[in-house]
């Protein structure tokens, strides 16, 4: 048993949800982020056509996730500090690849983890994580905070999307057929969580290089 107390679902083959899975840990991960914020703070970025993104980003690992006017892709220096990325915490890397091999993925050891930070209002639409070198790696996606509405759908923008709410402490393993599936999240409501206030923090694990 890799994870107390967590149900498995297939949202999609290649797609599955560890409901709960990071159970107790969930102090251990918010102490994290919050360390690794106080190194590489989350920021406002505009996507490539200069659009402000709604949610604040931030990054740790030997990579970071930057998002310009000159596009999307991983630099192992922070734009915004002029130094490298805080590194990933242990707690991090090992809750990755445990529930990685809890969907079948062994020895998965994630370079970067993309920390999403979102307030009343923010969303994200529809998108494909096509910036990493290797598809044959999946995505670990986990939810700490206020609920979402998840929506995932297939390998074309058009068609139906499964949608599912992700609450604190759930996890989405996204790999193999479902890695290149759109996806997307619904506008964050005003809430409070006894944990993240008015927030809701989503860190995605990838092998970037
Ligand atoms: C979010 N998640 O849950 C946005 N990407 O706030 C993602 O964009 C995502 O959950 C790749 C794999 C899993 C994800
Ligand atoms: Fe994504």
New binding site residues.
């Given amino acids: 048993m890799l994870f107390a107390n967590s149900e498995v679902t297939e949202l999609a083959p290649g797609a599955v949800l560890l409901r709960g899975a990071v159970g107790a840990d969930d102090g251990r991960f918010l102490a994290e982020i919050h360390r690794v914020a106080s190194i590489s703070p989350f920021r406002s970025v505009v996507t490539p056509g200069g659009k402000p993104m709604s949610?604040e980003i931030t990054s740790c690992g030997d990579v970071g996730w930057v998002a310009d006017r000159r596009g999307y892709r991983y630099e192992a220096i922070d734009p915004a500090t002029g130094s490298p990325w805080p590194p990933m915490p242990d707690v991090f890397q090992e809750f990755a690849t445990r529930a990685a091999a809890m969907a079948g993925y062994e020895k998965y050891v994630p370079d970067t983890c993309l920390i999403?930070r979102?307030s009343v209002g923010s969303k994200?639409g529809m998108?494909q994580?096509r910036d990493e070198q290797d598809f044959s790696r999946p995505?670990?996606?986990v939810?700490l905070g206020l609920p979402?509405n998840?929506k995932f759908g297939g390998l074309s923008r058009a068609g139906e999307a499964v949608k599912v709410q992700?609450v604190h402490g759930d996890v989405?393993v996204?790999g193999g057929p479902a890695r290149l599936a759109f996806?997307?999240?619904g506008t964050l409501r005003k809430g409070k969580h006894p944990l993240t206030d008015a927030m809701?923090y989503?860190l995605?694990f990838?092998v970037a290089l």
């Fill in positions: 949610v999403n979102y994200m998108h994580d995505i670990i996606s939810s979402i998840f992700l989405v996204f996806h997307g999240v809701r989503n995605t990838r």
